[in-house]
Structure formats: C-alpha cells, structure tokens
C-alpha cells in the first residue's frame, strides 16, 4: 500500500467509491457457491472452513474495486473455486429432507452433534429460506457458538448483507458451515447467561481498556482464546457490568470496531493477520445480527466476548481513553483493490469489514481505512 503522506490529504470519502457492477462476476460467482456449498469428509481446515465467508466477500468487494481490475477480481473468485475443488473429498448427497422447514430440529441435530443429520435438513431446507428467514430461526442458537472458529455468525452476517445488496446468494452456501457446529456444540460463550440486570453499555470501552494481558493461552485458536476471556474474574467482572437487554447497538458497535482498528494500527503487529483482523470481524457481524433474530443483550455479551478475548491475549499496548478519528492513509478503491487481488480469506474479509465499518462511522472513515492498508502492508512486508 502507498506510504503515510507527511501532508495530511482530502479524506478518501466512500461516498468518491462508486459501486459498479461487474461484467460476468455473477455467473463466476454462482459457480464458486455451488462448490462451497458441498462440505468436504475431512474435518474443515482454515481454508475449507473460510470458503463460504471468503467466496461472499470476495463478490461484494468487487463492486468497489477499481473497474480496471475487475477481471482480476472475478478470476480470483474462480480461483478459489479451483481450490476447493481440490481440498479433498466432498460428503456424499444427503437423504433428502422430507416436510416443512422446522429450524428447531435443524437446531437440535447441530445441539446432538448429528452432522449427517445437519447436512440433509441443510440441504434441503436451506435453499427454500431467505437469508432473513435463517438468520432469524438460527442467529439466536448460532452465534453464541464457538465451534466453527466461532465464524459462523460472519456467515449469516455476510448473507444479510448480500440480500440487501440484492445479490443472488443462497443460504445454502452455509451448508458447511452449520456442519462444523456440530463437531462441538459444547463449545460456547456462556458467562453472561448467570448474569442478570441492567448494566450501563456506555462504559464498553473503559472495560475494554481495563482488560489484562494474559497472553496466548498455548496457541490462538479462537476456543482457547475465548475459553480464556471467560474464566472467572475477566468477562464477567469486566463485562457484567456493561449488559443491559436494550441499548444504542449502532454506538456499541462503534465502540468494538474503533478499538479493534487501533488495535491493528497500534498493538503488537505479529498478531494482525489473525488475532486484529478477527478482533473487528467478529464482533462487528455479530452485533450486525442485534434484532435479527438475536436478542440485543446476547449479541453485546458475544461480541465484547470476542474483542476481550483478543486484547486479553494479544493486547500488549492499553487502548487510550479517548480513540481519536484520523486522515486515510489508502483510499477505499485502493484497499479494496489490493484486498480483492489478495489470496488470503482474512484480507479480504477484513478489508470489506472495514469499508462497512468506515460507511457506518463516517467520522471514523480515515481509522478503518488506515488499519485495511495496515494489514495489507504487514503481508507485503512478510512475503
């Protein structure tokens, strides 16, 4: 990305960044979801497990990326199809589903870690749901899940966001995605459930600047790490304090991406890829789904879970008390660019992460643009 100007520059508004449609991406795109949509027999890796959520933001990002470039784009998307092609076995077809669409037994099967069971009402109930219709029968039971990486409400928070967009995607392409819930349905953010009262969301983010640093508890999968921010004397004391069942999600919001983005500016840089680029992601899709189907106290109480879990861990610079906005450093057709043209789910993730993230706090825009180019540096400076 174009090194920092010493004289401050024009603010690259969003609003400079036309979306533009993409000649032939749909049909790439529909053949991409069609191959994401068939989980593999193997227990999902990073990439396999990625795929769904890397295909649906790689296709929004193309509308933002510069229109000369769109070809590259699209063939990055086909690119990933090749890849997953060749990821290993795909599961045979499923005995169909007979019936009407009854998420609760979906629910059920992904609670009794019956994934053939997932996979057959997946596939045949999936296709017949829109993407609020999921969303609203399964966000609640998903997203305090940590199986998955804890990525599945990326998934549904991605889904959304392509119906809005009026995108042709189906929720079938989170096939895979519920099967991999199954393989730990213990695996969950839980301290919050004996937690009972108003709390006062305003003090978020004195709580966050409160948190300790724990360091990696043995590796930074994102179990151990939550697993970590819930014991005894760290969500729950930090974080008790902070929940009430009605609040200003948007400004909530807000307080968790600001943190997460000057954590990837300003904390320990060997942590950007993995730890900072899933510190906003996560949090941000799951406070996305506040009132769409999850109850607001439970979608504050995962969230801030998510961010605490990493600045426990990774946090080795205090957040400041006051987070102040700042000039762009790349322009948003410049991150998206680079992003769309990268080979790593978490850029491309992130990046579109922050264009939602600077389009939702406008006075912040230069913040999310900054940490986009940030993590795109530290892959350049590392390749």
Same mark, same amino acid.
């Given at each position: 990305m174009p090194a920092a100007s010493s004289q401050p520059q024009p603010r690259p508004l969003l609003d400079d960044v036309r979306p533009t449609a993409a000649a032939g991406a749909d049909n790439v795109v529909a053949a991409a979801a069609a191959a994401v949509s068939i989980p593999k027999v193997a227990p999902a890796d990073s990439?396999?497990?990625?795929?769904? +959520?890397?295909? $649906?933001?790689?296709?929004? &990002? %193309?509308?933002? *990326?510069?229109?000369?470039?769109?070809?590259?784009? %699209?063939?990055?998307?086909?690119?990933?199809?090749?890849?997953?092609?060749?990821?290993?076995?795909?599961?045979?077809?499923?005995?169909?589903?007979?019936?009407?669409?009854?998420?609760? *037994?979906?629910?059920?099967?992904?609670?009794?870690?019956? !994934?053939?069971? *997932?996979? =057959?009402?997946?596939?045949?109930?999936?296709?017949?749901?829109?993407?609020?219709? *999921?969303?609203? /029968? &399964? =966000?609640?039971?998903?997203?305090?899940?940590l199986a998955a990486a804890g990525h599945a409400p990326i998934g549904l928070s991605l889904l959304l966001r392509a119906s809005a967009r009026g995108d042709a995607m189906s929720p079938v392409v989170l096939r895979g995605t519920l099967r991999a819930l199954a393989a730990h349905p213990d695996?969950?953010?839980?301290?919050?459930?004996?937690?009972?009262?108003?709390?006062?969301?305003?003090?978020?983010?004195?709580?966050?600047?409160?948190?300790?640093?724990?360091?990696?508890?043995?590796?930074?999968? %994102?179990?151990?790490? $939550?697993?970590?921010?819930?014991?005894?004397?760290?969500?729950?004391?930090?974080?008790?304090?902070?929940? /009430?069942?009605?609040?200003?999600?948007?400004?909530?919001?807000?307080?968790?991406?600001?943190?997460? /983005?000057?954590?990837? +500016?300003?904390?320990?840089?060997?942590? /950007?890829?993995?730890?900072?680029?899933?510190?906003l992601t996560m949090p941000q899709a799951v406070l996305s789904l506040a009132g769409a189907g999850v109850p607001e106290r439970e979608a504050l109480a995962v969230a801030a879970t998510f961010l605490l879990g990493f600045r426990v861990a990774d946090g080795g610079q205090p957040l400041p008390e006051r987070i102040e906005p700042m000039v762009a450093r790349a322009s948003a057709r410049d991150v998206a660019t680079a992003a769309a043209l990268h080979d790593d789910a978490h850029v491309v993730k992130y990046?579109?992460?922050? +264009?939602?993230?600077? !389009?939702?706090?406008?006075?912040?825009?230069?913040?999310?643009?900054?940490?986009?180019a940030s993590l795109l540096d530290w892959w350049c400076v590392r390749r």
């Amino acid at each position: 990305m174009p090194a920092a100007s010493s004289q401050p520059q024009p603010r690259p508004l969003l609003d400079d960044v036309r979306p533009t449609a993409a000649a032939g991406a749909d049909n790439v795109v529909a053949a991409a979801a069609a191959a994401v949509s068939i989980p593999k027999v193997a227990p999902a890796d990073s990439f396999v497990l990625h795929a769904p +959520l890397e295909l $649906m933001a790689r296709a929004q &990002l %193309i509308a933002f *990326v510069d229109p000369a470039r769109h070809g590259d784009a %699209i063939a990055m998307v086909d690119r990933l199809r090749v890849q997953y092609e060749a990821a290993g076995e795909s599961v045979p077809a499923p005995a169909p589903a007979d019936g009407p669409v009854r998420p609760q *037994v979906l629910l059920d099967a992904i609670a009794a870690g019956d !994934a053939y069971a *997932v996979d =057959g009402l997946a596939v045949a109930w999936l296709p017949r749901m829109s993407a609020a219709e *999921v969303c609203g /029968a &399964l =966000g609640a039971a998903v997203v305090p899940s940590l199986a998955a990486a804890g990525h599945a409400p990326i998934g549904l928070s991605l889904l959304l966001r392509a119906s809005a967009r009026g995108d042709a995607m189906s929720p079938v392409v989170l096939r895979g995605t519920l099967r991999a819930l199954a393989a730990h349905p213990d695996w969950r953010v839980s301290w919050h459930e004996t937690i009972c009262g108003a709390g006062n969301p305003s003090t978020l983010h004195e709580a966050l600047r409160s948190a300790p640093h724990l360091g990696q508890p043995g590796n930074n999968f %994102i179990f151990p790490l $939550m697993t970590q921010a819930q014991q005894p004397g760290v969500a729950d004391r930090l974080l008790g304090p902070v929940l /009430a069942d009605q609040f200003d999600v948007r400004e909530a919001t807000r307080t968790l991406t600001r943190a997460a /983005a000057w954590s990837m +500016l300003h904390d320990d840089p060997e942590q /950007a890829p993995y730890g900072w680029s899933h510190a906003l992601t996560m949090p941000q899709a799951v406070l996305s789904l506040a009132g769409a189907g999850v109850p607001e106290r439970e979608a504050l109480a995962v969230a801030a879970t998510f961010l605490l879990g990493f600045r426990v861990a990774d946090g080795g610079q205090p957040l400041p008390e006051r987070i102040e906005p700042m000039v762009a450093r790349a322009s948003a057709r410049d991150v998206a660019t680079a992003a769309a043209l990268h080979d790593d789910a978490h850029v491309v993730k992130y990046t579109l992460a922050c +264009l939602h993230a600077a !389009a939702d706090d406008r006075e912040f825009e230069g913040l999310y643009l900054s940490a986009a180019a940030s993590l795109l540096d530290w892959w350049c400076v590392r390749r």
